[in-house]
């Protein structure tokens, strides 16, 4: 009774793979493998740690920055700011293999870096951001 119910459960994974099974080697009780059709290659997950830790000061205070960071009045902002010349979802940081990219997400004032209006910009260390009349400090870690 076990090896009926081990040959169907082969039969079942084998059908779900592609392969049937030969009805010889089945009469004969030999074992077939079920491997999947196509080689697939495992992707190599980027892990957080990997590449350059960034983050704001403000205020002299450290802020890590984390991918889909915000920066605005909003309640949605992971950052918020009381500046009145600062938009609601000002501007966002975003990682780009290992850079930070700023981006402005169309702000009525503008986002500008290093003095320079920007719509999107990979940052260096020592960058200065400037969100409404809030000015922040970007470093690396």
């Known amino acids: ?16 793979r592609g392969k ?12 077939e493998e079920f491997a999947p ?7 190599k997950e980027q892990k957080a740690d990997e590449g350059k830790q960034g983050c704001l000061i403000w205020n002299s205070e450290a802020i890590m920055l984390q ?9 949605s902002c992971h950052l918020r700011l009381s500046d009145p010349g600062c938009s ?4 966002s940081f975003s990682r780009v ?3 930070w990219l ?4 169309s702000s009525k004032n503008g986002t500008f870096l290093n003095g320079e209006p920007i719509s999107s910009a990979v940052l260096k260390n ?4 400037q969100v409404g009349h809030t000015v922040l400090l970007y470093e690396e870690r």
Request: no cysteine.
């Open 1 to 16: 009774m076990k090896e009926s119910f081990k040959t169907k459960l082969k039969t079942l994974i084998g059908g779900l």
């Open 20 to 31: 049937q099974p030969k009805k010889d080697e089945d009469k004969q009780g030999k074992e």
């Open 37 to 43: 059709t196509k080689r697939y290659q495992v992707a």
């Open 67 to 75: 991918p889909g960071f915000l920066v605005g009045r909003g309640v």
């Open 88 to 91: 609601r979802v000002h501007a």
């Open 97 to 99: 293999g290992e850079e």
């Open 102 to 105: 700023l981006k402005d997400n």
């Open 126 to 129: 020592g960058d200065k951001i």
